[in-house]
């Protein structure tokens, strides 16, 4: 079984940084693709990155382009997202997904595995 589990969602300022983490339970994870998804209240589910097999490509939402990173270590099966200089609009559940290729794009429809979530408030 392969379930992604996210942490590190909490509560900050606009302006402020939060490192976001998730691991899968086995190594399948590493021959695919990995993205992190958000959805707030109301509004649909947004792909926000994504990240080869391989770390050699890496695709940003435009919303976040520059101010979020997305990394991963296969060796310890993480996937990490740090989230610079946060707005309030960036407030939102943040899943983890595992995809079905080893590269990916971020459209819902290319991922097998998804995690619940970990919950991101930024007040302003």
């Known amino acids: 079984q392969v379930q992604p589990v996210e942490s590190g969602g909490g509560v900050v300022q606009a302006g402020d940084s939060l490192t976001l983490s998730c691991t899968i339970s086995?190594?399948?994870?590493?021959?695919?693709?990995m993205a992190w998804f958000r959805q707030a209240p109301g509004k649909e589910r947004e792909g926000v990155a994504v990240?080869?097999?391989?770390?050699?490509?890496?695709i940003y939402a435009d919303s976040v382009k520059g101010r979020f990173t997305i990394s991963r270590d296969n060796a310890r099966n993480t996937m990490s997202l740090q989230m610079n200089s946060l707005k309030s609009e960036d407030t939102a559940n943040y899943v983890c997904?595992?995809?079905?290729?080893?590269?990916?794009?971020?459209?819902?429809?290319?991922?097998?595995?998804w995690g619940r979530g970990t919950q991101v408030t930024v007040s302003s």
């Open positions: 086995r190594r399948t994870g590493s021959n695919n693709a």
């Open positions: 990240i080869s097999w391989n770390s050699a490509s890496t």
């Open positions: 997904a595992v995809g079905r290729r080893p590269y990916g794009g971020l459209s819902a429809d290319g991922y097998q595995y």
